[in-house]
């Protein structure tokens, strides 16, 4: 009995000392290394190189490990630059899992990044256009429906107008997968044309 009286006022002081109050004193860090990294700061000088700069340039051919090699997936223009694929390269579609998991993944993505502007229908009469933004081109144009497959991937990527550019924020795989579903909404509505 005494032990056990002794073991609760015990625990009562030591469940009052825990009062919830901030310390001034520094952390207990036991990687003090990993707290506190030596590093430079960006433009900074460095007497550690010999022209004195602290930026440096990354290993020559060095590959970022999301950055797509093949230039017809990842840029969409043909291996030799002379022009843009006329179609959505297997590989993109390999990579998507096939045609029906490439429509599924370019509707959602499409959903979230062009129905905005676009429409749901691709005719350029969003939500944004409606509280006043400048109406995009239609999907249903001639010229977008001649438009190659690559020119709509890289229009995507790096923006037209005033449409910005969404490299950084849709992975390549998901700007192939809107470009496949865009054709698709262009096959769906043969009727639709410019006004």
């Known amino acids: 009995m005494r032990r056990s009286l002794i073991c609760a006022v015990v625990s009562l002081c030591v469940l009052a000392g825990c009062r919830g109050e901030t310390s001034a004193s520094e952390p207990i860090v036991p990687l003090r290394n990993m707290f506190d990294q030596q ?13 004195g700069r602290a930026m440096r340039q990354p290993v020559e051919h060095t590959v970022a490990r999301e950055e797509e090699l093949d230039p017809a997936v990842g840029s969409g223009l043909l291996a030799d630059g002379s ?14 899992g096939g045609m029906e998991a490439a429509l599924a993944r370019g509707q959602d993505r499409f959903n979230i990044y062009c129905r905005p ?5 691709g005719s350029g009469k969003g939500t944004v256009v409606e509280r006043g933004m400048a109406q995009p081109p239609t999907y249903h144009e001639e010229r977008i429906r001649q438009m ?9 990527s790096n923006g037209v107008r005033n449409m910005p550019a969404y490299a950084a924020q849709i992975p390549v795989s998901d700007r192939w997968a809107i470009v496949t579903y865009v054709r698709a909404l ?5 009727g639709e044309a410019a006004e």
Do not use: N
């Not at 502007?117 to 229908?121: F, P, R, S, V």
């Not at 262009?186 to 043969?190: F, G, S």
């Open 39 to 51: 590093r430079y700061d960006p433009q900074a000088a460095s007497a550690f190189f010999s022209d």
């Open 83 to 96: 022009g843009y694929v006329l179609h959505i390269p297997t590989e993109a579609l390999r990579g998507l």
């Open 117 to 121: 502007c676009h429409d749901g229908t």
């Open 148 to 156: 190659p497959d690559g020119q709509m991937f890289a229009t995507i």
């Open 186 to 190: 262009q096959v769906a509505q043969p």
